[in-house]
């Protein structure tokens, strides 16, 4: 409404170098960024990248100068921001999750569940292990992981890469899976180290079957996601948080975290007739397109305008 001024939502960053973690969290400060009742700000460290790597420099974001959550109403805190939050902070925080390590009492992300914030899970999976540590101080929520589909580059309509393994989470698991596959006569082309975000997807586009190996436990796995809507077969070891959209034998495969298992994966997905291969491909296409920054969206500005009644 006119003259309504509107919160102040703070985040802080400490961008060493881009990842999926990041691109989630620009995803929250551009749906704040929307929101007709909240402002977004946010906050770098002395030692963050600030080049074409960082999205808010790519979108001109001015940063802060200083890092005052005195002038903020909300703060908003990701994995390790909670030690820039004050201990003596009274402003509502919103905490995102994005991984299972923050339910496991040997990480430190573990001890900043006892600190009072309304938690946004990135799956329901990684909601159910924070709620079952019992030591969450606020309500909990789970809104699925989504994807921007309009950034996305265009497929090519000729896939030169009949097989990707795209292992950068995991080096000597790509290494030997790749020597594996090599021994059985499919050659494949291996990503291990980190590319340009385009440059990434690109790859995923001219790809006929993606081979990703997450980390053997995520929150919520969108590279598997990205392959999906850039129209690849997905081979993906179950990581806990890719267990809701990748559905083995339906839209992927989703074998054990084992070489030996993700092997046969590979083998059967590289064996199908392209009937097959196109359906799964379709279903695949159609799991992404589900994931869209829309909802998402929507299901967080819906919390971020109950926020003063949750806490």
């Known amino acids: 409404m006119p003259g309504h001024k509107k919160q102040v939502v703070l985040f802080h960053r400490d961008f060493l170098g881009f990842y999926g ?34 999205p808010w420099c790519e979108a001109n974001t001015a940063a802060c100068a200083e890092w005052n959550p005195a002038d903020a109403d909300v703060l908003f ?4 921001d909670w030690g820039a939050v004050p201990v003596s902070n009274d402003l509502p925080v919103v905490n995102l999750i994005q991984h299972m390590r923050h339910s496991q009492s040997n990480d430190p992300r573990y001890a900043f569940l006892s600190r009072p914030a309304v938690r946004i899970c990135v799956s329901e999976e990684v909601a159910d292990a924070v709620r079952a540590t019992g030591r969450a101080n606020g309500p909990v929520f789970a809104i ?11 497929p090519v309509s000729f896939r030169d890469i009949p097989l990707l ?28 180290e980190p590319l340009h975000r385009s440059d990434f ?3 995923l586009g001219r790809a ?13 796995y969108l590279p598997a996601l990205e392959a999906m809507a850039m129209g690849a077969l997905v081979v993906c070891p179950d990581c806990v948080g890719n267990r ?12 054990d975290y084992a070489i030996q298992a993700i092997e046969q994966a590979v083998l059967r997905a590289c064996s199908l007739s392209e009937h097959d291969h196109e359906l799964m491909v379709s279903r695949g296409f159609r799991q992404a397109k589900s994931r869209d920054l829309t909802e998402e969206r929507r299901l967080f500005l819906d919390i971020l305008e109950q926020l003063p009644s949750l806490l």
Do not use: M
């Open 144 to 154: 699925p992981n989504a994807i921007d589909h309009d950034s996305f580059p265009k």
């Open 201 to 203: 997807l690109s790859l």
């Open 165 to 192: 393994i795209c292992g950068l989470k995991n080096r000597d698991l790509a290494n030997r899976l790749e020597g594996r596959l090599a021994e059985q006569g499919l050659l494949a082309v291996s990503q291990t």
């Open 21 to 54: 973690g990041h691109l989630k969290v620009w995803h929250y400060f551009c749906h704040v960024r929307d929101s007709l009742s909240h402002e977004a700000r946010i906050y770098f460290t002395a030692r963050s990248r600030l080049d074409e790597t960082n």
């Open 208 to 220: 006929k079957v993606a081979v990703l190996l997450p980390c053997e436990t995520e929150g919520c």
């Open 77 to 80: 805190a990701a994995g390790l």
């Open 244 to 255: 809701t959209f990748c559905r083995d034998g339906d839209n992927s495969f989703r074998p």
